[in-house]
Each structure stands twice: as C-alpha cells, then as structure tokens.
C-alpha cells in the first residue's frame, strides 16, 4: 500500500497521502464496496484510480464509513470534519473530530502563468515574482480556503487574500473570515505536487 505519508498535526487533524502506483482496478478492489460503486461510475482509468486512492487515505483516517457531501460538494461526516484532494498519481485526505479541515494538491505547471491574473491580487502577484512554484503554493491555498468555506459564489482574486506568513506557512482571508493559517508539506521525491492544508474552529461562518 503506497501510503508515502501519514502524520497527525495539533487537535486530532490527520493526513494521509497516496502515491498512486496500481492501476484503477487494484485501487477499486481495496475499497468498500459502496465506495468501490461510486469509483466505477467514472469513466476513464485514471479517474477511477483517483478518485479510489482519496477514497483510501479516507479509509485511513477512519472516517470513510458514513460519507457524504453538502449541497455544494463538500464531503461531510457524522463524526468529525474531512477533507480530500487528488491529481494525476497523487491522492491525499485530512480528517479532524474537532477542526474543519481542507487539503489541496497541484503541480506547478506552467501554463499557471497565463492564468495567474485571474487569481491573484496585485500583492500576491508581486509576492509570486512570476515564479511557477510560488504562484501554484498561492492556487493551493486559495482552493484550500474555499474548500474549507465550504459554500460556492467566491471570487477567487479580489474575495480569498493570502499572505506568506513563514517559510512553508500562509495566512488567508476569505470573505469576511479572517486569520487562517495554511500549511505547506513539502512532499519527498522528484516531481510530487505541491501540497496545503488549514484547519479551522468550527462555527456558522463555514460549513
């Protein structure tokens, strides 16, 4: 089981990453079956394994059991808080009973530079220098926010505001919701994604 990372952070939060290594079928047999169900519906191989090896860091966090999802997609259980990301060959999931919780991967792709005006403030611009990395560490941490909101109609340039906070750490605003801390974990091995992740006390602000 290529688990490449699993470590538990303050307030019960847990993450788990996934390499993916096997083929969509091998992923899918290792899942439950009303979880292997929902895998299969996805047409194309390497959306199957994706969408299986989230499903697996899930199980491992041992919140997999009664899944759902809010109105606007957020997954949701009973008994605590989860949150799940996937990209091509990676998978990762965060989980908390206290803290609602958001994870989000991408690679730093070039082609980020052509979209990065839609996304990024004037600050955040200046912040990012042009640099694929740091532009794709503020993407992850503007999706991770509104993951972590949980609601649609958010305008990611000018309603999210990040600002570097630390070598690998972040502050967000999004809204009116203000002092979020967002992580990086910087992930072991050539070509992995970027990864980010930020938790928050549960309140009404958020869902």
Not at 61 to 67: E, F, I, L, P, R
Not at 81 to 94: E, K, L, N, Q, R
Not at 178 to 201: A, D, F, N, Y
Request: aromatic residues 8%; proline residues 4%; hydrophobic residues 45%.
């Amino acid at each position: 089981m290529p688990v490449v990372l699993d470590i538990e952070a303050a307030h019960a939060v847990r993450i788990v990453g996934w390499k993916i290594t096997e083929d969509a079928d091998a992923l899918i047999a290792l899942l439950p079956e009303t979880l292997a169900e929902a895998a299969r519906v996805y047409r194309l191989p390497c959306r199957q394994a994706e969408f299986a090896a989230s499903r697996l860091c899930v199980v491992q966090t041992g919140y997999a059991s009664n899944m759902a999802y809010n109105p606007w997609g957020k997954p949701v259980v009973d008994n605590g808080y989860i949150g799940i990301s996937h990209t091509d060959g990676f998978a990762a999931a965060i989980a908390s009973p206290l803290l609602n919780v958001a994870i989000d991967l991408e690679y730093p792709d070039p082609r980020l530079l052509r979209t990065a005006s839609r996304f990024l403030s004037d600050t955040e611009a200046a912040w990012c220098q042009n640099d694929v990395e740091r532009i794709c560490l503020i993407w992850c941490c503007k999706e991770c926010m509104y993951k972590l909101y949980g609601r649609n109609n958010v305008e990611f340039k000018t309603e999210i505001a990040i600002e570097a906070s630390g070598s690998q750490s972040f502050r967000g605003s999004i809204k009116n919701i203000k002092g979020i801390t967002l992580h990086r974990i910087l992930l072991q091995g050539e070509g992995m994604p970027v990864m980010v992740w930020c938790s928050r006390t549960v309140d009404k602000l958020m869902v």
